[in-house]
C-alpha cells in the first residue's frame, strides 16, 4: 500500500455506486480521509461498511447535488469535521438518451441541474477554503461525450462539454492559488449507468442492447469496456502530490477510442 493520499481529506459526490465507490474504495487504501456524497443514505452505509475506515476517517452526507444549500452545508460540515478539504471529486452524473427533437426543455434542464450546477454549486463551496490554504484538487467527471458529438444523447455530451469548459476555466483562476482542477473523461465504463444506457439507446435508436454493445466495441481499439478500478487509478492520480504541475486537463481514459 503506498498511501500517496495520506493525511489528505477528500469529498466524493456520486460515491454511493459505480465509480464513485471506486475511487472511495482507492482513496481509503491510499489513506484519504473521507466524505462520501450521494443520495441514497443506506447504499452509502453500505459503501462505509465496505471501507472498514476508522470512524475518524469518514463521514457521509446524503443529499441530491441540485441542491446548493446542501452542498455548500455539506462541505461546511466536512470542514468543521476534518479540519479542511484537500481533494474534491465531482463524480455523480446523470444519462439520458432521446433524440435531440424528443428531448423536452425540462429534460436538458435537469440533465444541466445534476451534471453542470452540481459541479459548480460543490467546487464554489470548497474553492475558497482550497485558495486560503494555497493547496487543493478539483476532479471532474467528465466523459469522452464532452470532447465529441453523439447521437440521441446531445443533452448529456452538452452537459460533460460543459463540465471540460468549467475545468479549463476554473484551474486558470486557481492556479495562482496553487490549487489544479483537471477532468477525466471516461469511454464505455461497466457501471449500472452503463446498463441503463444500453436499454436507453436501444429503445431510442431502434437498435437492441446487444447490437449497440457491438457497435460500441467496435469503436474502442481496446475491444472491451473499461472497468470501475481503471478509472479509480487516474482520481488518485489526479488527487496525489504526483500530479501538482498539471492543472485544466481533460485526459480520456476510454480504451483507445479517437475521433
Ligand atoms: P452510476 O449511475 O453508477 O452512479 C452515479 C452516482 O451519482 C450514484 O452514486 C448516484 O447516487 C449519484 N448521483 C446521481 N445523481 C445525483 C444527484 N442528483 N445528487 C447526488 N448524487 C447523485 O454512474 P457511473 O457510471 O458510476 O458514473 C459516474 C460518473 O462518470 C458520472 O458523472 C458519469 O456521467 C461519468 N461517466 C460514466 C461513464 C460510464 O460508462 N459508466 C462514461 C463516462 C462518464
Redesign the pocket.
Known amino acids: 500500500m503506498s498511501q500517496r493520499l495520506l493525511q489528505s481529506v477528500a469529498l466524493i459526490?456520486?460515491?454511493?455506486?459505480?465509480?464513485?465507490?471506486?475511487i472511495a474504495q482507492a482513496y481509503a487504501k491510499e489513506g484519504a480521509t473521507l466524505c462520501l456524497?450521494?443520495?441514497?443514505p443506506a447504499?452509502l452505509h453500505e459503501v462505509v461498511a465496505e471501507l472498514a475506515l476508522p470512524a475518524e476517517r469518514v463521514m457521509t452526507v446524503a443529499?441530491?447535488?441540485?441542491?446548493r444549500a446542501a452542498c455548500f452545508a455539506a462541505v461546511q460540515a466536512t470542514q468543521a469535521r476534518f479540519g479542511h478539504i484537500d481533494i474534491l471529486v465531482?463524480?455523480?452524473?446523470?444519462?439520458q438518451a432521446k433524440p435531440f427533437l424528443d428531448y423536452t426543455a425540462q429534460d436538458f434542464q435537469t440533465l444541466l441541474?445534476?451534471?453542470v450546477m452540481?459541479v459548480i454549486h460543490f467546487t464554489q463551496a470548497c474553492l475558497p477554503g482550497m485558495q486560503a490554504r494555497k493547496q487543493g484538487r478539483v476532479i471532474n467527471?467528465?466523459?469522452?461525450?464532452g470532447k465529441w458529438g453523439s447521437r440521441n444523447q446531445s443533452a448529456?455530451n452538452i452537459s460533460?462539454h460543459a463540465v471540460v469548459g468549467l475545468t479549463r476555466c476554473v484551474a486558470l483562476e486557481a492556479s495562482p492559488y496553487g490549487v489544479t482542477v483537471n477532468a477525466?473523461?471516461?469511454?464505455?465504463?461497466?457501471?449500472?449507468?452503463?446498463e441503463?444506457?444500453k436499454a436507453q439507446v436501444a429503445l431510442s435508436s431502434g437498435a437492441s442492447a446487444d447490437e449497440f454493445v457491438k457497435a460500441a466495441l467496435a469503436r474502442v481499439p481496446l475491444g472491451r469496456?473499461?472497468t470501475?478500478q481503471e478509472?479509480a487509478g487516474m482520481a488518485v492520480y489526479l488527487g496525489s502530490a504526483e500530479s501538482s504541475g498539471m492543472t485544466g486537463q481533460s485526459i480520456h481514459i476510454d480504451g483507445g477510442m479517437v475521433f
Not at 459526490?13 to 471506486?22: H, L, N, Y
Not at 465531482?90 to 444519462?95: C, M, P, S, T
Not at 477525466?184 to 452503463?194: E, K, R, S, W
Open positions: 459526490t456520486g460515491a454511493s455506486r459505480g465509480i464513485g465507490r471506486e456524497v450521494a443520495r441514497n447504499a443529499l441530491d447535488v441540485t441542491d465531482n463524480n455523480a452524473g446523470i444519462y441541474d445534476v451534471n452540481g467527471m467528465a466523459s469522452t461525450a448529456y460533460k477525466i473523461c471516461p469511454g464505455f465504463v461497466q457501471t449500472d449507468m452503463l441503463e444506457l469496456m473499461l470501475t478509472i
